[in-house]
């Protein structure tokens, strides 16, 4: 989809349709009022007669606009009651509009709701915003579907209608939004692809065409006697059961200057993950492909990134594997050395993405980080915990916690600080190994976590579990784009380019 700026009075724009909010119980928005006063009260009207339904997210097509009203149509979009217009509220009838456009017959629109007050956001922020919702919107995964249907008349262009001194911060708002979408979308893609496709070698194969649509990326990828030589047993423990090759795809992004530390974000890479031995049950193992979600997250994140050009280095780290019983698959009572030397004994074959990342954030130490974020669908204890609406948040470093959480609440993509107490740790503890790879009954997800932190004690470290929010089950069932607008307004805030917020 395409999204630019545009300046002028709403009444003058020669478009399909234009866009203005309307506040319950019957109040005008600055670009309603325009409207309403060059259609000599029509809007007024239509609020009279209650055509028009102004609760926060309803919307009106109108198709006869009277009077000097120069667009086919306005849509007229309820934003409830003032004081209750949020953040939130916004995102909700960016949304909505996306909706009701695709439903009608409108390929291009001007929408004026970056003018709504919400809670002070900035501009920029509603430009951002009202671009990922719409983008999101008219998703679509159809790859796969021999009678693949498009919709008929979808919004093509969104055009956001500005005053002259607004033009500027919108246009970076929209420049950011679309970044932060096609980030999203490709996320999401790469979730909802199929186990049999989206295996460890395409995951390293979208990380070389990243860097083939986009400047300053480096692309490494480990293959498994790289990993052998460099002592990653516990990684390769999890790939032995797999005929499909393990991968370590390592994106370097070169924003700024040698001399700053870099960024480094590892997503688990888990293209299917069976249980291995401790075999899963059956039912709904399918979404077991959504387990390289955390991966899918950095590819996404760094795309963004690089598309964005931040001022910042960025390092995408993903440990990719399958997890599949087998003869010579790892086994219940094994003990794997991981690459930090210390011990493991595996008492489940499928608490295998700690097993994973535990290496992968060993391997990080080289690059000297500024801080180390790894993202993944790690514990099923996440969701009992925090439902579909969180990404669970664990560090050994207060202050990183509290960038990540804010940048959940600016970008709409929120998550919760777990504790990381001792005694969560002393679950961990095994009888024959330095450690186990699980931790009993009680905390599951804090306990997986604590594990990692005995591989991330060099470095300030954040652990995202996204096992609840990367992607949706039932009807819906597809993958999320979560957490890369989180990440990417985490990196967007680091690098400084918005002063505004
Ligand atoms: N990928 C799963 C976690 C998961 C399960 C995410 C269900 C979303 C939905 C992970 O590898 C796993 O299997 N974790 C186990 C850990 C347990 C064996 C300690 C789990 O959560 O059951
Ligand atoms: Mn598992
Ligand atoms: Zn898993």
């Not at 649509?213 to 516990?234: A, C, P």
């Not at 993950?273 to 590819?299: H, N, Q, R, T, Y």
């Not at 790690?378 to 915990?385: K, N, Q, V, Y």
């Amino acid at each position: 989809m395409d999204f630019t700026v545009k300046t002028g009075d709403p009444e003058k724009q020669r478009s399909a349709c234009v866009v203005v909010g309307i506040y319950s119980p019957k109040r005008l928005s600055p670009a309603a009022q325009r409207l309403d006063k060059a259609s000599r009260g029509q809007l007024s009207q239509l609020l009279k007669s209650n055509d028009i339904d102004t609760s926060c997210g309803a919307t009106t097509l109108i198709h006869t606009p009277a009077g000097r009203i120069l667009a086919k149509r306005v849509l007229v979009v309820g934003c409830g009651h003032p004081k209750k217009f949020d953040a939130k509220a916004f995102r909700k009838i960016a949304a909505n509009t996306a909706t009701a456009l695709n439903k009608s017959a409108v390929t291009e629109a001007i929408s004026y709701l970056t003018e709504l007050d919400a809670d002070n956001q900035s501009l920029n922020w509603k430009a951002r915003q009202h671009v990922i919702a719409s983008d999101a919107t008219g998703y679509r995964f159809d790859e796969f579907k021999s009678d693949a249907k498009p919709p008929k008349r979808p919004l093509r262009k969104l055009i956001l209608g500005a005053s002259t001194d607004e033009s500027t911060e919108l246009k970076e708002g929209v420049r950011q939004g679309k970044a932060i979408a096609s980030g999203v979308e490709r996320a999401r893609r790469l979730g909802n692809l199929p186990g049999n496709v989206c295996t460890p070698t395409y995951l390293a194969e979208q990380a070389i065409e990243i860097k083939k649509q986009y400047g300053k990326l480096k692309i490494d990828i480990l293959e498994e006697r790289d990993m052998e030589k460099l002592g990653m047993g516990s990684l390769l423990s999890v790939s032995q059961g797999s005929r499909q090759p393990a991968k370590l795809i390592v994106m370097h992004y070169k924003g700024s200057s040698q001399k700053n530390k870099p960024v480094v974000l590892v997503g688990k890479g888990v293209t299917f993950d069976s249980g291995g031995i401790s075999l899963k049950p059956g039912a709904a193992m399918d979404e077991m492909k959504f387990d390289m979600c955390g991966a899918a997250s950095v590819l996404g994140t760094v795309a963004a990134c690089a598309e964005l050009g931040l001022p910042i280095n960025l390092i995408g780290i993903i440990p990719t594997t399958e997890n599949l019983p087998d003869g010579e698959a790892s086994k219940p009572g094994d003990i794997v050395t991981s690459m930090s030397g210390q011990t493991i004994e595996v008492l489940n074959t499928d608490a295998e993405g700690r097993l994973i990342l535990c290496d992968a954030l060993t391997y990080v130490e080289r690059f000297k980080p500024e801080v180390v974020i790894d993202i993944a669908t790690l514990t099923g204890a996440c969701i009992m915990a925090l439902g579909h609406h969180a990404t669970g948040v664990m560090t050994n470093h207060q202050p990183l916690a509290d960038d990540i959480l804010d940048a959940g609440l600016t970008s709409g993509d929120r998550g919760w600080q777990l504790p990381m107490w001792d005694e969560y740790d002393e679950q961990i503890s095994s009888n024959f190994a330095d450690m186990a790879n699980i931790g009993g009954k009680g905390a599951g997800t804090i306990t997986a976590a604590c594990f990692l932190a005995r591989f991330t004690k060099n470095y300030q470290w954040a652990h995202m579990d996204i096992a609840g929010v990367a992607w949706k089950s039932g009807a819906a069932k597809g993958s999320t784009g979560r957490p890369v607008p989180l990440l990417t307004q985490f990196l967007l805030d680091r690098s400084g380019i918005n002063t505004e917020e």
